[in-house]
């Protein structure tokens, strides 16, 4: 099989972290460790607020000043209000951008005219086709390039058609980690017939989502026939870094093998795969990905020279951990500025006339988001506390039983939440020729004896309903394992 040969001539080789150091002494991993343990927390806080950034672009952001969407550029005009506008006091709307307005007309005839997503993508991609929206987040889409989820959400944008509408989507499960961003009934969407000017005619729209919907149904059929359930015990896990931001890898069954694909060149066209220097489909083995795990346990969590690992990264840890978290703390106590003054822009709002109901949804989300950016803060304190509190780690990780037998018997179903609760990641990337396991370990596992008590840590997903992962957000770093990239 094409793809078992491709691995070995790769020589995929499985190290437990990457950055400086030579990963055959000692210190060169110990070193290695460290900069991933450092690099993980960097992450998990910038994921946070890439995560609110994404929501903010989502809802009426702009509305306040905020970013536009692709198609228009925003507009200061004066206050209508004409003692506030000789104060100089300004309101934003949206105003078409010439160019950018062609492209999204382009994008809905096309769609209309039968194209799909994939082959839209790859005629805006083409070279000399019109340059992709700005990311909301500058570590995403580094490559500059269409994606297939722009053009969807574009499709589905009715803003397109001059109506400004919010409160669309739901982030409940996104944001627990259990699920992806979902729409919500459209009875709770808020629509405002905000005076902007359209960029399609509203019943070009109105068949755009009549398409979507029956383009969405034919697929879910045929994808129901063909494929019947079944666990990827790596499903979430299992990250493509091969010359792009970190991509999950989505499993398949090929034959009697199981793999997980990279969805990149899906996403941004299969010239961007080619220049981020991999194959059109990027596989690996899931028993590949099974051994690396195995052996991560078997020496970082399990074995006997555990302890000592982690001492030896003590010391490095102290030195780094300071200054990393002394900027994340920075940026959220800006965050937090920044919404607090937002909440208090909307009560100028109300003062100028805007609907009241809109007003009070507005300030009862960014008193949510103020929640959470205190939390998050009050997150920060604990962790740093935790990371440099050595004897308590010890402890926790010299607690963890040997599971490696129950393990490598564990049925998929099982390994599957054993690998939630441990937030295990593994990261391959074809490039370099590295594979990087990484794990947190949380205070929680401490208490557990056998490994359905670890199972049970995982986050739920029982009948679908989201649960408050029982597991702490704190970690201990340099517990003798790496950290875990969360994404989108
Ligand atoms: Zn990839």
């Known amino acids: 099989m094409a793809a078992e040969r491709e691995l070995t001539r790769l020589g995929i080789q499985v190290v437990y972290a990457v950055d400086t150091g030579d990963p055959a002494t000692p210190e060169g991993l110990m070193t290695r460790r460290i900069f991933q343990a450092l690099d993980q927390y960097e992450a998990e806080k910038i994921g946070r607020e890439t995560q609110r950034g994404l929501r903010e672009n989502a809802r009426q952001g702009y509305l306040n000043g905020g970013r536009p969407p692709y198609g228009y550029d925003l507009c200061r005009v004066r206050h209508p209000d004409p003692a506030r506008g000789a104060l100089g006091h300004t309101k934003s709307t949206l105003v078409p951008n010439a160019d950018q307005a062609d492209v999204v007309r382009e994008i809905f005839s096309l769609y209309l005219a039968g194209r799909g997503l994939g082959e839209i993508n790859e005629h805006l991609n083409r070279s000399g086709g019109p340059p992709p929206p700005s ?17 969807w959400y574009i499709l589905r944008n009715p803003v397109y058609c001059g109506l400004l509408v919010w409160n669309v989507r739901d982030y409940s499960e996104f944001r627990l980690g259990l699920g992806s961003i979902k729409r919500k009934p459209k009875s709770e969407w808020i629509t405002a017939q905000q005076a902007h000017q359209p960029v399609v005619p509203i019943d070009q729209f ?51 093998h199981t793999y997980y694909a990279c969805t990149y060149a ?3 066209g299969a010239e ?41 990264q003590q010391e490095a840890l102290r030195r780094e951990v300071n200054p990393q978290a002394g900027k994340a703390r920075k940026r959220l106590q800006t965050s937090i500025a920044e919404t607090e003054r937002r909440i208090r822009a909307q009560v100028i709002a109300i003062e100028d006339g805007l609907e009241l109901r809109l007003a009070q949804n507005r300030i009862a989300e960014l008193e949510q988001e103020l929640l959470e950016l205190n939390g998050a803060l009050a997150d920060i304190e604990t962790e740093r506390k935790e990371i440099l509190d050595i004897d308590s780690a010890c402890t926790v990780l010299d607690s963890i039983p040997d599971l ?43 208490g557990a004896k056998t490994i359905e008590d670890v199972a049970r840590l995982a986050p739920g997903k029982t009948d679908g309903r989201p649960m408050r992962p029982p597991v702490s957000d704190s970690f201990i770093a340099g517990a003798g394992f790496e950290p875990a990239t969360s994404g989108l």
Not at 141 to 148: E, P
Not at 216 to 239: D, F, I, L, M, N
Not at 418 to 442: H, K, M
Request: proline letters at 3%; charged letters at 30%; a positive charge.
């Open 135 to 151: 990311p909301g987040a500058p570590m995403r889409n580094s490559r500059r390039r269409w994606a297939r989820t722009t053009i």
């Open 266 to 268: 899906r996403q941004y």
């Open 404 to 446: 490696l037998g129950a393990l490598r018997d564990a049925p998929p179903e099982l390994l599957s939440q054993v690998f939630d609760a441990f937030r295990l990641t593994l990261e391959v990337n074809r490039v370099t020729e590295e594979l990087t396991v990484r794990v947190f370990i949380s205070s929680a596992l401490g």
């Open 272 to 312: 961007a795969a080619k220049e981020a220097g991999h194959f059109k489909t990027e596989l690996i083995r899931e028993d590949v990905l099974h051994d690396a795990t195995l052996r991560f346990f078997a020496h970082e969590i399990f074995g006997g020279g555990r302890l000592q690992i982690l001492r030896e």
């Open 206 to 256: 109105e068949r755009v989502q009549v398409e979507i919907n029956s383009r969405r149904r034919r697929e879910g059929s045929s994808r129901r026939r063909s494929k019947q359930k079944r666990t990827y015990a790596y499903r979430g896990h299992v990250k493509c870094a091969t010359g792009h931001n970190p991509l999950l890898m989505a499993g398949k069954t090929v034959k009697d």
